[in-house]
Structures are given as C-alpha cells and as structure tokens.
C-alpha cells in the first residue's frame, strides 16, 4: 500500500545501520529507520528497504548524483517512504544500532542534540538529477564501450576454452537449465514461467541470492554458484551442490564462510561474474537450453553494481547466445485478464454438454418437462 510521503512530518524510531545495504535489510523490522552508505542507490536495494517497511531511510552518502539514471530514489518516493542523504560517513561513528533517532524536516536528532543536516530526496529533486543523468548518457555510453572492450582483450579465455570447471553430480546433458539471479522484475518473470517450470523441470542454479529467489516459490536450486555473500544459510544447506566463484589468483573468500556452516563445495577461478560463470557452466555441461531469470544485461544494471564495463558478460553471451533465453522482462510482455467476450465464450461452451444431456437422457427430460410444467401452474 502506497503511504502518502508528509516532509513536516516527526518520525522517530530505533536505527539499523550498515554500510551494505543487502546485509542490512536482513535485519531491518517494520517501523525501523535504515542507515546506509550507499552513492546512487539502485532500484533492487531500494526495493529491499520498502519490502522491509522503514519508516525512513537517511543515506550518508548522494542516493542520486545524476552521474546516471539509478531508479533507486523514485521506489522510495513512490513507496512513500521519508528519505534524507548526504547525511555524511560520521554519523555512523555518532550513533549505535538501536539508538532512538528522531527526524525533523531536513535534521537527525538524538535526544535533543542535532546530528546531522541532510538533504530531502523529494520528487524535485530526484526529476532534476534524473535529468541530469539523461543528458550525461551518451558520455557514460562512450566510456562504457572503451572499457568494456578493453577488457574484452583480457578476460577472452573465459570463450576460448582455457576454464577448468569442477566436476559436478548434477547431470546437465541434454536437460534445460534455469539460472536465476535476483535482479530487476525476477518475482514477475519467475511467476510468468511457473508452467514452463511444472512441465519442463529444468536443472535450477541460483547465482548467489538468486538461490533466495527461487525458494520464494518453493522451488531447492539444484546448484548454487556465487562467492556465496548474499545467499542465505537455509538456502546453503538445501541445496544440491555449491561451485564457489574464485578470483583467477585462487582466493576464495566465500569458502570461510561455508567452512564455518560445515558446509563442502566446489571452487571455479574465473574472470567476471558469478551469473556469467553459472552460464558457461550450463553450456559446457552441454546443457540443451539454458533460460535466465533476473541476470544483468545493459549499462544501467551494471553501472547500478559498481561496473564500469560488461566485457565477461559480453563474450559470454557471445558464445552461450545459441542456446540462451533471456527471461528477464518476460512478465512485461502481455498482462491481460479475461474479457468479457472470452467469458462469454465460455460460458457457451459449458453450457452445451448440459443441453445435450437434457436431449439424450430420458430421466432428465422428465424432470426437466415437470419443472416447466410446475412453473406454467405457478
């Protein structure tokens, strides 16, 4: 439900704070006000602290900078929650999780003692520097490209062959494959795909959150792959194998924390992300085809992670490209309901096997003849 945004208004409540806004969120509760360090905040973090109802979020950072278009700020609005930043990286040496803060306007207090002095992300300004933004486009698209085949030249082994991938119980020959990253629209598209899932039964990889994403539906990812820093330990004891994504010089930073759940897994060096690894998995596992839900794939989903460039994904979807399908936005393509003229269509069709009952039977055409009957009498 959409809560009306009241910028006079006193909110007050206990603070959560994190300089990473996806370990924050799971902790946040309803009524809590989120502290974050986070410049540009994207649509898929902003999402998270709506889904967690904040009374309101102060950002120590610019959640809009209008160096590009991040959509983060306008969910905020549009859920109507109260939104400060540029409230400085001291606040959080200034306050502890659970202190009381209330906020006044543009202010953040502590009793009666003034913190910090913020700006207000209202709907002017996030218009202007979406603007901004729009206008800087074309310069981010340059260097986006410049970038991006630069490091194509480096990360080329990642198609050409030279990646050792573990060997894993998962049978992939001939079998679709579902890899699910927990990006943009992936509850809709997911949803969109539900018969495809209950009728196919495709192998199911969860790039680390992603593995999150498919037990919302009630769905054990058969594999995970990832650095294994935003998936959940429930989902790390379910699910059937774990490949964590290791930096080409081996370090593993993912493998303390499974160590520490008891918990074994494979190890795959590679250049770029874990979606593109889990990809290239499916296809050199000689996957039939593989289908994507929620992956990042354009400039904004990119820049929104902090990349400068696409190039490992851009190689991998040059060479999986044959037998990939792009899920993502799928439940953007048709959202219509039943008109009225379907309805009536079928209705028609239900109610003609009753009426060919009627006709053939005699008992019923008795019954059927004494009702008529009983109602020429009344």
Same mark, same amino acid.
């Given at each position: 439900?959409?809560?009306?945004?009241?910028? +006079?208004?006193?909110?007050?409540?206990?603070?959560?704070?994190?300089? =990473?806004?996806?370990?924050?969120?799971?902790?946040?509760?309803?009524?809590?006000?989120?502290?974050?360090?986070?410049?540009?905040?994207?649509?898929?973090?902003?999402?998270?602290?709506?889904?967690?109802?904040?009374?309101?979020?102060?950002?120590?950072?610019?959640?809009?900078?209008?160096? @590009?278009?991040?959509?983060?700020?306008?969910?905020?609005?549009?859920?109507?929650? @109260?939104?400060?930043? +540029?409230? &400085?990286?001291?606040?959080?040496?200034?306050?502890?999780?659970?202190?009381?803060?209330?906020?006044?306007?543009?202010?953040?207090?502590?009793?009666?003692?003034?913190?910090?002095?913020?700006?207000?992300?209202?709907?002017?300004?996030?218009?202007?520097?979406?603007?901004?933004?729009?206008?800087?486009?074309?310069?981010? %698209?340059?260097?986006?490209?410049?970038?991006?085949?630069?490091?194509?030249?480096?990360?080329?082994?990642?198609?050409?062959? =030279? %990646?050792?991938?573990?060997?894993?119980?998962?049978?992939?020959?001939?079998?679709?494959?579902?890899?699910?990253?927990?990006?943009?629209?992936?509850?809709?598209?997911?949803?969109?795909?539900?018969?495809?899932?209950?009728?196919?039964?495709?192998?199911?990889?969860?790039?680390?959150?992603?593995?999150?994403?498919? %037990?919302?539906? !009630?769905?054990?990812?058969?594999?995970?792959?990832?650095?294994?820093?935003?998936?959940?330990?429930?989902?790390?004891?379910?699910?059937?194998?774990?490949?964590?994504?290791?930096? #080409?010089?081996?370090?593993?930073?993912?493998?303390?924390?499974?160590? =520490?759940?008891?918990?074994?897994?494979?190890?795959?060096?590679?250049?770029?992300?874990?979606?593109?690894?889990?990809?290239?998995?499916? @296809?050199?596992?000689?996957?039939?085809?593989?289908?994507?839900? &929620?992956?990042?794939?354009?400039?904004?989903?990119?820049?929104?992670?902090?990349?400068?460039?696409?190039?490992? #994904?851009?190689?991998?979807?040059?060479?999986?490209?044959?037998?990939?399908?792009?899920?993502?936005?799928?439940? +953007?393509? @048709?959202?219509?309901?039943?008109? !009225?003229?379907?309805?009536?269509?079928?209705?028609?069709?239900?109610?003609?096997?009753?009426?060919?009952?009627?006709? #053939?039977?005699?008992?019923?055409?008795?019954?059927?003849?004494?009702?008529?009957?009983?109602?020429?009498? %009344?």
């Amino acid at each position: 439900m959409r809560r009306r945004q009241s910028y +006079q208004a006193e909110i007050k409540g206990p603070v959560k704070l994190d300089r =990473k806004t996806k370990n924050l969120v799971e902790r946040l509760q309803p009524g809590d006000i989120a502290l974050i360090n986070h410049r540009d905040l994207d649509e898929m973090a902003a999402l998270s602290l709506c889904r967690a109802n904040v009374k309101a979020v102060i950002n120590a950072e610019s959640s809009i900078s209008g160096s @590009y278009p991040n959509n983060g700020p306008l969910k905020l609005a549009e859920a109507g929650i @109260y939104h400060l930043d +540029q409230a &400085g990286e001291d606040l959080f040496e200034r306050v502890r999780e659970g202190d009381i803060l209330t906020v006044r306007g543009c202010s953040i207090y502590k009793d009666s003692a003034v913190l910090a002095g913020c700006r207000l992300v209202d709907k002017k300004i996030i218009d202007s520097k979406l603007s901004e933004a729009q206008n800087n486009l074309n310069g981010l %698209l340059d260097g986006f490209v410049q970038n991006t085949l630069e490091y194509a030249m480096r990360e080329k082994e990642l198609i050409l062959g =030279k %990646l050792d991938f573990p060997a894993l119980e998962t049978v992939f020959k001939d079998r679709h494959a579902l890899v699910v990253v927990r990006g943009q629209s992936y509850r809709e598209d997911l949803l969109a795909i539900r018969q495809y899932l209950e009728e196919v039964r495709p192998i199911l990889i969860g790039v680390d959150g992603g593995a999150d994403a498919l %037990l919302e539906f !009630g769905l054990t990812p058969h594999l995970i792959v990832g650095d294994m820093d935003s998936v959940s330990d429930h989902a790390l004891h379910i699910a059937g194998e774990l490949v964590v994504h290791a930096y #080409t010089d081996g370090r593993a930073p993912g493998l303390e924390r499974l160590r =520490k759940l008891g918990q074994s897994a494979k190890v795959c060096r590679a250049p770029g992300t874990s979606e593109d690894i889990a990809l290239l998995m499916a @296809y050199e596992l000689g996957a039939k085809l593989i289908a994507a839900v &929620g992956t990042h794939s354009n400039m904004i989903d990119f820049l929104e992670k902090g990349r400068k460039g696409m190039a490992s #994904t851009f190689l991998v979807r040059l060479k999986v490209g044959s037998r990939l399908v792009d899920a993502r936005g799928i439940s +953007q393509l @048709y959202r219509g309901g039943v008109s !009225g003229r379907s309805l009536l269509l079928i209705t028609v069709a239900a109610a003609i096997p009753v009426v060919v009952l009627i006709m #053939t039977n005699p008992t019923i055409r008795h019954i059927f003849r004494l009702f008529i009957l009983r109602l020429r009498m %009344l």
